[in-house]
């Protein structure tokens, strides 16, 4: 009962996150249009159409908190204990549909830096492919599919800690 508990809470925590997110972003752009050029990272994308195949960012600026949140987001969205309880117990609960759907709306908000750009839309697709799974209640397909993401997650998140300036995330 305590994680399922924990899933749902989790997962209430990042549709709430994700809510907060875009909703900042509109206003934080609207009030301030020259704060995210401040800080202006060399390397900027703008939006291609893969990215508007994925919703892509209304901003060209990466912004590092929006980075760090996402970073925050997919560390502790629990990829790794849904792969596992897939693969153990051959079940698909329906909070891991809500934790990937939830963990995409954001990904897709975040503007990346050119050098990741690639890596997070292939990572995208990937939680795509489990959420299909998921919804197809294909055990099989799941497996494979949780277990893809769990892997791109971690290369993901080190990808981040990269490019945010320190190479200090645990696994």
């Given at each position: 009962?305590?994680?399922?508990?924990?899933?749902?809470?989790?997962?209430?925590?990042?549709?709430?996150i994700s809510f907060a997110?875009?909703?900042?972003?509109?206003?934080?752009?609207?009030?301030?249009?020259?704060?995210?050029?401040?800080?202006?990272?060399?390397?900027?994308?703008?939006?291609?159409?893969?990215?508007?195949?994925?919703?892509?960012?209304?901003?060209?600026?990466?912004?590092?908190?929006?980075?760090?949140?996402?970073?925050?987001?997919?560390?502790t969205a629990g990829f790794?204990?849904?792969?596992?309880?897939?693969?153990?117990?051959?079940?698909?609960?329906?909070?891991?549909?809500?934790?990937?759907?939830?963990?995409?709306?954001?990904?897709v908000q975040t503007t990346?830096?050119?050098?990741?750009?690639?890596?997070?839309?292939?990572?995208?697709?990937?939680?795509?492919?489990?959420?299909?799974?998921?919804?197809?209640?294909?055990?099989?397909?799941?497996?494979?599919?949780?277990?893809?993401?769990?892997?791109?997650?971690?290369?993901?998140?080190?990808?981040?800690?990269?490019?945010?300036?320190?190479?200090?995330?645990?696994?």
């Open positions: 009962m305590s994680t399922l508990f924990s899933r749902l809470f989790r997962s209430l925590i990042v549709l709430t997110l875009t909703a900042c972003a509109g206003a934080s752009a609207a009030q301030n249009p020259t704060a995210a050029s401040t800080a202006a990272p060399s390397a900027i994308v703008a939006p291609t159409a893969a990215t508007a195949d994925v919703g892509g960012a209304q901003d060209h600026t990466v912004n590092p908190f929006d980075l760090s949140v996402s970073q925050y987001i997919l560390d790794h204990e849904i792969a596992t309880a897939i693969s153990d117990t051959q079940k698909l609960d329906p909070a891991y549909l809500t934790t990937v759907t939830g963990v995409r709306k954001v990904l990346w830096p050119a050098d990741l750009h690639d890596q997070a839309q292939a990572f995208i697709a990937d939680l795509d492919s489990l959420a299909a799974a998921l919804t197809a209640k294909d055990v099989v397909a799941a497996t494979a599919a949780s277990d893809k993401v769990h892997e791109a997650q971690h290369e993901l998140s080190h990808a981040l800690d990269i490019e945010l300036g320190g190479a200090m995330h645990m696994h």
